[in-house]
């Protein structure tokens, strides 16, 4: 699932803009950031609500505001690369170019979440359950066998992965909510369950972040 598939309808500002005009924009917008172009249509910054709140001269354009580089991704970005940028940024948009380096779009986190957060299955019913178990003992192969020799179907399924100490944290969400028999079947394959979760009990971005974290190995 690329960026292209959730590309936002909210506009990128200009350089020729205001900074008065940009808070405007980011305040009827909802957004911490939007992307600024030049007068060709590329990508020229990323503007923030901190910076601008914190400029001087609301009648400045924004063309003359100091800028590093600005992050960006492209059409053909995975969402879980998207929302790994967002993350390590902090941003609440992302520019997206096309393959020749011009503005192709944004995307916003909330849309790049709940579009993580539907591939990893949040949103159906059922069980999440979380094992550790050493590197060199895991197999995902086994792990599913288990699962599926008891009836029961996974959903998605993520890994943690800890090389210094040797271990793996998979994260699984179920089709079910009784997960008693899959746990027992996991202890005596030496599958070590450290928590089981109901659906109901993690908002949704924390789950994201949850398959998140070992891209930010």
């Not at 405007?24 to 600024?36: G, I, M, N, Q, R």
């Not at 001269?57 to 492209?74: N, Q």
């Not at 986190?109 to 579009?115: H, I, P, T």
Request: proline letters at 5%.
């Amino acid at each position: 699932m690329t960026v292209a598939t959730i590309l936002s309808a909210l506009g990128p500002l200009s350089t020729t803009d205001t900074v008065g005009e940009a808070l405007v924009e980011l305040a009827d917008a909802h957004v911490a950031h939007l992307p600024v172009l030049d007068p060709t249509g590329r990508l020229d910054s990323v503007v923030t609500e901190a910076a601008l709140r914190a400029h001087p001269e609301p009648s400045a354009p924004l063309g003359a505001l100091m800028a590093g580089e600005p992050v960006s991704i492209g059409l053909d970005t995975h969402v879980f690369d998207a929302a790994h940028l967002m993350r390590q940024h902090g941003l609440s948009v992302l520019p997206v170019v096309s393959g020749d380096g011009g503005y192709a779009g944004l995307v916003v986190r909330q849309d790049v979440f709940g579009q993580l957060a539907h591939m990893l299955a949040t949103e159906e019913p059922g069980a999440i359950v979380v094992l550790d178990v050493s590197r060199t003992d895991f197999s995902l192969g086994q792990v599913a066998q288990i699962v599926e020799q008891n009836g029961v179907r996974i959903l998605s399924v993520s890994t943690e992965d800890d090389p210094g100490a040797g271990r793996v944290r998979v994260t699984l969400k179920l089709n079910v909510t009784d997960t008693a028999r899959v746990r027992h079947v996991m202890a005596h394959y030496d599958y070590r369950v450290v928590a089981v979760f109901d659906e109901a009990e993690d908002d949704l971005e924390e789950r994201a972040a949850a398959f998140l974290r070992y891209l930010n190995v």
